[in-house]
């Protein structure tokens, strides 16, 4: 059956259409102990009842290599004061309401406009990673918690005009903007969104087989009627 719905979900890939680009990071909501982090408060949230959001980020010019090190100005950064953290958004997952107890899996969707040529590195961190920021005078108690923090990273592809040397127009060149969705993953595999699809995949199936079979019997009747017809008859005495 999993083998099923993972083949179902690569054909639903395939014919999305070409208008953006998709990136997909799946991964598991393990539960840890961690502390407030209350630097993140006004981060973007992705939970149950806010499962998108749309963002814009500048991307580094053509060639930048980004570090994989947490950016050290973290706890000063939000999405109003992208300069901080140059190239990146971070964003937080909150895995902890009620409704996704159930799920042990999630993916995370980023799409972008096909005319951006833009490279997305998309980074899962636990609380744990980011606790260096806390200040430690005011450190609380840990609490159990399955939220996580994304981190994305972004760098243009594209090769810039001779003819502009406006370092305004060569920013306003590289603003992209995301989508970002976050959904459960049912049976480890499928993201909610793509069931209504997968049912239809499965009812086409089961109604369309007695059809093709029907269908294939009338043809190989018209063959074997011609096949008779063909046939030389024998000679009359």
């Not at 009842?49 to 050290?72: F, H, M, R």
């Not at 190239?87 to 096909?114: I, Y």
């Not at 810039?160 to 595999?189: G, T, W, Y």
Request: hydrophobic letters at 45%.
């Amino acid at each position: 059956m999993i083998s099923f719905l993972q083949t179902a979900w690569a054909l639903l890939l395939a014919t999305v259409p070409t208008l953006a680009n998709t990136d997909i990071v799946n991964f598991s909501a393990s539960r840890g102990l961690s502390q407030r982090l209350p630097f993140t408060q006004d981060w973007p949230v992705l939970h149950y009842n806010q499962t998108s959001v749309e963002l814009n980020v500048t991307s580094a010019p053509l060639g930048s290599v980004l570090p994989q090190t947490i950016c050290p100005r973290l706890d000063k950064w939000n999405h109003g004061r992208q300069h901080l953290c140059p190239h990146e958004v971070w964003v937080v997952l909150d895995l902890d309401g009620n409704e996704w107890q159930k799920f042990n899996k999630f993916t995370l969707r980023l799409s972008w406009p096909a005319f951006h040529p833009t490279d997305f590195s998309v980074d899962i961190f636990e609380p744990r990673s980011l606790l260096t920021f806390v200040d430690q005078r005011v450190i609380g108690e840990e609490s159990e918690t399955r939220r996580k923090y994304a981190r994305i990273q972004v760098v243009h592809t594209g090769v810039s005009s001779p003819k502009s040397n406006d370092d305004f127009d060569e920013i306003a060149r590289r603003m992209v903007s995301m989508h970002l969705v976050l959904e459960p993953l049912h049976l480890d595999v499928l993201p909610a969104s793509v069931i209504p699809v997968v049912f239809f995949i499965i009812a086409t199936i089961i109604f369309g087989l007695p059809l093709a079979a029907r269908a294939n019997q009338y043809l190989r009747d018209i063959i074997r009627l011609e096949e008779i017809q063909k046939e030389p008859k024998g000679k009359t005495a």
